[in-house]
């Protein structure tokens, strides 16, 4: 008869980690970063009157770890209208204040809570941040977002991203002194840390990735040079906001291109020099961009989960994460540098699982903790729910079909994760999730809200349909 797990799935998920800068977190389980999409302009600070609901139910989760939705580093370049912003004044009044706001609420219930930084680079649409009209997205090499095939993805493509510009050296500069500025800013604050978004093909991923780096100069042209602005960026930042200030990293594991992207054994070397540095205290590992066609998560919006958690055995491992097997070669390298695995857990026993195996020592929960914000306290972490039914709810997004009848793929391919931006939009308006909500009604929603609010508002909005996130993404 075969031996059961020594330790109960719930103590594994429970245990508390100490990451190298010292920082205890409580348990195992991340609050992923998921875009809220509520900062309004002109400044775009933190929508105090928003995260009051909407962080205030995280932070009371039990989550041993929160990290934000995306903080952006230029107010000229967005992913979506409705980022917060760390603007050049963030540290001056009154937009400071809404600043140490935030890092208290995130923060109220011990769990401690760090910043996600971000630039999308070239996915930066039209609208998005405040730019004349005639300036294009930045990218590592002037390659432009493909989109669909037909004519009509094309026009739309180029009306809504264009060709992006070739970064200069100037341009790398500035973004290194963003990036450093908002990591002081989310330090002064008091927040815990923060994270540099290097994946889902925003900027950061864009260097890291043969497809969209195509520079001979020294940030380009060898996965070593491929390295040089994550590496500048980890060491100023570092110099910046030394321990026990968090620092971490999200990096692909791989592109999913068809062909020229980056690949898993490019990916391994970016992940190796990150947990070899010294300077770095958690990777999360996540996959693929907004071009891509094959990687799970960006294709599980219609997949139906687990009605039953599955059970645990020390002969057969479960494996309900997305990106585990990279995880696992990870892992081989031997670091004592904690790995994030984001994208696909929905069971207590699969997380567990994930633990046990040594895949990873952190469970990132993204698209859950828009659905279900009380999921750790109320589920996975309770002792009074047995292992069968201690999983999380199914990510079917409803309503599929009509996305499907949208011509143009620029929009269509990005309605499904609309669904999890309007069930944000009502946890800070105070109202609960609405998981039966479909893409048709979700749409018909925003139209309720142009004629109440304006095409201004509407433009947004059909911005924000345009698949240039890390859903679930945490993204």
Not at 13 to 27: D, F, H, K, R
Not at 90 to 102: C, D, G, I, N, T
Not at 216 to 226: L, W
Not at 414 to 437: E, H, T
């Amino acid at each position: 008869m075969e031996k059961p797990p020594k330790m109960s799935a719930r103590d594994l998920i429970a245990q508390p980690l100490t990451l190298p800068c010292g920082l205890v977190l409580p348990n195992r389980l991340v609050k992923c970063p998921m875009q809220e999409t509520l900062a309004v302009e002109p400044f775009y600070d933190p929508p105090i009157d928003k995260f009051e609901n909407l962080y205030t139910q995280w932070a009371a989760a039990d989550y041993g770890l929160i990290i934000t939705g995306q903080v952006q580093i230029d107010i000229r370049y967005l992913s979506i209208k409705g980022d917060v912003v760390c603007h050049e004044n963030a540290l001056q009044e009154p937009h400071f204040s809404k600043w140490k706001r935030w890092a208290q609420i995130a923060q109220a219930n011990g769990a401690p809570c760090i910043v996600q930084l971000a630039h999308p680079g070239r996915m930066s649409p039209a609208g998005a941040g405040i730019r004349p009209a005639d300036m294009m997205p930045i990218c590592p090499s002037s390659v432009p977002v493909k989109l669909g095939d037909t004519w009509l993805d094309k026009m739309a493509l180029q009306k809504v991203l264009g060709t992006p510009r070739a970064c200069t050296l100037q341009d790398i500069d500035d973004v290194v002194a963003g990036w450093v500025h908002g990591a002081r800013v989310a330090k002064a604050a008091g927040f815990a840390g923060c994270q540099l978004h290097g994946a889902h093909g925003f900027l950061l991923s864009q260097f890291l990735s043969p497809y969209t780096n195509q520079r001979t100069d020294d940030y380009g042209g060898s996965p070593e040079k491929r390295l040089t602005l994550l590496k500048r960026l980890v060491r100023e930042i570092r110099d910046a906001c030394p321990p026990p200030y968090c620092l971490s990293v999200k990096l692909n594991s791989a592109d999913y291109m068809a062909t020229g992207g980056l690949s898993q054994e490019e990916g391994l070397q970016q992940v190796r020099w990150l947990v070899e540095c010294g300077m770095v205290d958690f990777v999360e590992v996540s996959g693929g961009n907004a071009e891509q066609t094959s990687s799970k998560l960006h294709n599980s919006f219609a997949a139906k989960t687990i009605d039953r958690a599955p059970q645990r055995s020390e002969s057969t491992r479960i494996r309900e994460a997305y990106f585990t097997d990279f995880a696992e070669k990870v892992q081989a390298l031997r670091s004592t540098v904690p790995i994030q695995l984001s994208g696909g857990f929905r069971s207590r026993t699969g997380m567990a699982d994930a633990i046990d195996s040594h895949a990873c020592q952190l469970i990132g929960l993204g698209r859950t903790a828009v659905l279900d914000p009380t999921l750790p306290r109320a589920v996975l972490l309770n002792p009074s729910v047995a292992d069968e039914a201690a999983f999380a709810p199914s990510h079917i997004v409803r309503g599929q079909w009509f996305a499907n009848l949208i011509p143009v793929k620029v929009v269509g391919s990005g309605l499904a994760i609309q669904f999890f931006y309007y069930n944000m939009r009502r946890l800070g308006d105070g109202l609960r999730s609405c998981p039966d909500a479909s893409i048709p009604w979700v749409v018909w929603e925003g139209v309720l809200e142009t004629v109440r609010g304006g095409w201004a508002r509407a433009l947004g909005r059909v911005l924000q349909s345009m698949p240039l996130v890390g859903a679930g993404k945490g993204r």
